[in-house]
């Protein structure tokens, strides 16, 4: 292959490369609009009392059974963009030179883990609201919970996953680095602040309870501010480190 032949198959890769870590970096984006107007739309958003009884669950489900699986059904489909969003960060940490390629597999693992379990709770809610009528008032409750167990109580994948980012990007010592190191701290400040989930199993009522403060609203809410900024640290990331490649 002649000199100028070999440099119009590099570009050619590195641009397919780079189209195609962008295209998953954008998943971000589309996943907080599925997920979250599919939790607006189901009605789960604000989520339901952890203290309410079976009949009031049966009745919200019962209530507009339709609009509830719509909702659903666009969670569905925002839950498996995690998998090529998450793959978007891991393709770029895995760049760093001075990280150990075992980071870029804990980031698959925690992604796919965290995947499962989002996909997980939304098939409970759509269980519990599949027959709401011809089934017992517990048993639609029962899988509601077990829904909201999923989404809310899963801290631990996703709090490996901040980490794993945060240590691969502490791990870059080059003078151009792939993401800023404030990045590293975000991602460790996200996983603090997720951690509260995890004590949702002692509360039916108060800011711990599935549908508290600490328990959902902020460990969401940092999780959603994690996806946008990361999703536009990629981006600028890719288009920084595609012209020197290049050239």
């Not at 009949?55 to 925002?78: D, Q």
């Not at 709770?121 to 409750?141: H, K, M, N, Q």
């Not at 701290?185 to 009522?205: D, H, R």
């Amino acid at each position: 292959m002649t000199e100028s032949g070999l440099a119009t198959r590099v570009t050619v890769d590195l641009t397919v490369s780079r189209r195609q870590v962008l295209m998953c970096a954008w998943c971000g984006a589309l996943l907080i609009v599925l997920i979250g107007g599919g939790l607006l739309l189901a009605g789960l958003w604000p989520p339901p009392r952890a203290s309410a009884s079976a009949e009031e669950i049966k009745a919200f489900y019962a209530g507009s059974p339709l609009r509830i699986r719509a909702g659903l059904a666009l969670m569905m489909a925002g839950m498996g963009l995690i998998m090529p969003w998450g793959a978007s960060i891991a393709a770029m940490t895995s760049r760093i030179r001075d990280s150990s390629s075992s980071m870029t597999f804990v980031q698959v693992a925690a992604f796919g883990v965290a995947t499962i379990i989002g996909v997980s709770s939304v098939i409970c809610w759509g269980v519990a609201s599949f027959r709401p009528d011809e089934v017992s008032a517990e048993l639609t409750r029962g899988f509601s919970d077990l829904g909201w167990f999923f989404f809310v109580f899963d801290w631990s994948p996703l709090a490996v996953w901040y980490l794993a980012v945060a240590v691969a990007i502490f791990g870059d010592r080059s003078p151009f680095p792939v993401f800023p190191r404030w990045s590293a701290y975000l991602s460790l400040w996200v996983t603090t602040l997720s951690a509260p989930g995890g004590l949702m199993i002692f509360f039916k009522t108060g800011p711990l309870a599935f549908n508290g403060l600490f328990a959902i609203w902020i460990p969401l809410g940092v999780f959603f501010v994690w996806i946008i900024v990361m999703t536009a640290l990629v981006i600028q990331a890719v288009n920084r480190q595609t012209e020197p490649a290049t050239a």
